[in-house]
Each structure stands twice: as C-alpha cells, then as structure tokens.
C-alpha cells in the first residue's frame, strides 16, 4: 500500500476513531466511568471495551484512577485533551438528530439558558465556519489538494495545488 | 447483549463512524470525488472504500453523479448533509495538531483573513461551549445520565437524574 495522505484527522481517528471510542468518551462526559456501567450504556463486547478504554489512556485521552483499594477498583476520567473532543460528539449528536433520529434522545441547555445549538465558528471574526469560507493550505511537499504529486494517471493529481478553497 | 443507549452520536456514527468514513468526506471536501484518486490518498482496501462509499450513498451524505457516458465514470459528490459534517472534521484536525502531529500537514484561512481557529460556540450567546456550561435532559424514559433505571447493582446506575451538567 503506498503512503497516505499526511494529515491530522487520520491521526486523530487513530485514537478516538475505533468502534465505540467516541461512544466511551460520551459515557464519560455524562459521568458514568466504570467498566460495567460503560458496558451496559454502549452495548459493545467487553473485550473490545477493555481494548478501546486501554488505548484511550495510553493516548492521554483518559485517566485510570483507583476509587478503591480493598478490592482494587478503578474508574476513567477525562483528560485535558479528552475534554476538547466534547464539540466533535455535539456536532455528531447534533447531525444525527437533524438527519437520522426521530425524537432527539438528549436535549441539552447551554449556560446563558438557551436551548443549546453548537456553531463551528472562526475564532477570530465569530462567524460560521461555512462551505466555500475556508482556505487549504497543504504543507508537506508534494501532496495538494488533490493529493500525491507529481501527477500519475488522474487529471485531478495531475492538478493538485498547495492552496485552495474548500467547497 | 442489552439495549444501547438511546443516542444520536451512536447513530451518527453508524453512518460515518466506520473506519475510511470520514477520511472520504475529508477527500470529497479537498475536491478528489473520483474513486481511483481515494484509494491513493487515503491509503485504504479497494473492497473496503468500494463499501464505505456505497454506504455513504445510501445514507445521502454522498451523491453519486456519472461525469461521463462512454466510458461511464462516476464521481462522489457531497450533499448538504454531507457538508455540515465539515465541522467534525476541523475539530478533529485541529485535534490532532494540538496533540499527535508535529507540524500541521494542512493549514486553513478562514474567509475573514485570518488563520483558522474553529471553535465550537452556542448559537444563541456566541459564547464557547465549554465543560461545565451544558445542561443535558434526557428524553427517553428509563434512559438517565448514569445509564437505564431502574437500576441494577451499581451506585451510578442507582443515581441516573434526568438532568445533569456535563462535566
């Protein structure tokens, strides 16, 4: 298989992009931290659990703390970082109830008392973040927008610049 | 295994949670809609992202549209529902960057001139969603925040209020 595309949100699906991860990041935001409970709520097979939660921690995403000694017994808590990733499961919910689901299962207020509508906005100017708003600039030598270059057989590699609107 | 949670995050990612899912939506969104030009930049299976885009399709986050008759050629094109997912993808990106990538592999502008900084804010005050600043009310009866009630053996699940600010 030839090199991929260099790019962050591979990255980040690395992480938190498995099967159940982001559902084990919601359990968590909504308090629930103990193994048995996170099996219960998510519905997924408690080894594959087991392994996400593992990968969790060692990514930094999630913390294992004891909440008792005798027996031994541990719990998760959100990290720093795991906490950044609360807009990616609000978008997602939020996507998923526009398109998908009938009756919203959760509904959620936001401080200033409204009923909460999570906007991606530029930090800068506070406007949305829109199609046709944002510009690509791609860093690594030799992949543009369209991807590898120089160009193989596709006129879109073939024009692949380093700069571009995205649609 | 039991019932689930109710969720639209875990329906959300029925759709685009798959492993591929949401770096086809990264490449349709960086304009490569063939399916020759994918499987490059992306680095995935040839079956594989053959199944991703069919199911993509089907959920109408995807249009599949012919770009030529003889030889017929098709193209992935996104939909209106497919482009409100460019959000998830920014945080995601912006993610990674802040946590797993050394140097950004891609950088955006946003149209007011700055460099782009997406962040996530209530549509109603403008200000950022934060931990802490959400309210979540739990529309399915017998779901709360610690999971299903009545409860069985464990102390979260015994206290599953029906309301409850994210941590």
Chains 1, 2 share one sequence.
Request: hydrophobic share 40%; proline share 7%; net charge positive.
């Amino acid at each position: 298989m030839a090199e991929a595309r260099p790019c962050s949100i591979a990255d980040a699906l690395a992480i938190v992009g498995e099967k159940y991860s982001l559902l084990v990041l919601r359990e968590v935001f909504f308090g629930v931290r103990r193994f048995e409970a996170m099996v219960r709520n998510i519905g997924a097979p408690r080894d594959i659990l087991a392994a996400r939660l593992r990968r969790l921690v060692e990514a930094g995403v999630l913390e294992k703390v004891a909440y008792s000694r005798r027996p031994l017994r541990h719990e998760y808590r959100p990290t720093a970082a795991g906490l950044e990733l609360q807009g990616v499961l609000h978008l997602l919910r939020q996507w998923g109830d526009r398109h998908l689901t009938g009756t919203p299962p959760v509904v959620f207020d936001h401080a200033c008392g409204a009923p909460l509508e999570a906007v991606v906005t530029c930090a800068s100017c506070g406007r949305p973040v829109e199609p046709g708003s944002q510009t690509a600039h791609f860093q690594v030598e030799g992949w543009g927008m369209g991807g590898r270059r120089p160009a193989d057989e596709t006129a879109e590699a073939q024009s692949s610049p380093s700069q571009a609107v995205l649609g």
